[in-house]
């Protein structure tokens, strides 16, 4: 059973959310927010699999709610809703360690699959969109630190090869395809990249290939 907490300042959104999940035979919806303070207090007591989390809301908003239920250390992990693809709002929130975000106009399947894939572990946002949002907000990436250069450094070759591709934008079929390897293969490569580099998932290890300079924005 994946347990949902969800953020939103309107109580209609929040009722429609609850709505649809709780209609879901996996998911069950622990608790509800009405702006990031609440979130935080109430990750922290519900521990939920997923915070389906608003950006805009009154008094703490959902990029510094992101950031420090992140910097918890708990497990709970972070989708967020936003208006726009290209959204500033977006990218501030893949920065501060959500695990991806949907448009708020998503229809309920993608909704719905978006919580299941955050639960399992993967980042619900196209590798696609992901070097979009960097490249149009690269003037905010803050430069590596020593200890982001360190981990580049544990890093293989081949490991560096797969890093860039992902965040060129390659799934990992296409990665597979040109690398000439299984497509497991790269799985098992992407398993271990993020254990060194200590990035939750995919979103963030992009980004970490942005901040050392492993790839520059186009």
């Known amino acids: 059973m994946t347990t949902v907490l969800i953020v939103d300042d309107q109580a209609l959104q929040r009722m429609g959310f609850n709505m649809l999940l709780e209609a879901q035979s996996d998911m069950n919806v622990v608790g509800e927010a009405t702006n990031g303070g609440e979130a935080v207090r109430m990750t922290a007591e519900l521990r939920p699999d997923v915070v389906l989390m608003d950006v805009r809301m009154p008094g703490m908003d959902g990029i510094e709610a992101t950031r420090r239920i992140v910097e918890s250390g708990g497990r709970s992990r972070i989708l967020v809703l936003t208006t726009f693809d290209l959204d500033e709002y977006a990218y501030d929130a893949l920065r501060a360690g959500a695990s991806g975000f949907l448009l708020k106009d998503a229809q309920p399947d993608e909704l719905v699959a978006g919580v299941r894939a955050v639960a399992a572990g993967d980042a619900v946002i196209s590798p696609g969109l992901t070097r979009k949002l960097i490249d149009a907000f690269s003037d905010r990436l803050p430069g590596h630190s020593p200890q982001q250069q360190r981990r580049l450094a544990e890093l293989t070759q ?61």
Not at 159 to 178: D, F, P, S, Y
Request: aromatic share 4%; charged share 25%; with cysteine.
């Open 158 to 218: 081949r490991e560096c090869e797969v890093l860039t591709a992902m965040a060129t934008g390659w799934t990992n079929q296409e990665i597979a395809e040109r690398l000439h390897l299984a497509e497991s293969t790269i799985k098992s490569h992407i398993g271990r990249i993020l254990t060194k580099i200590d990035a939750r998932d995919r979103v963030q290890a992009v980004i970490f290939a942005y901040d050392t300079g492993l790839v520059r924005p186009s």
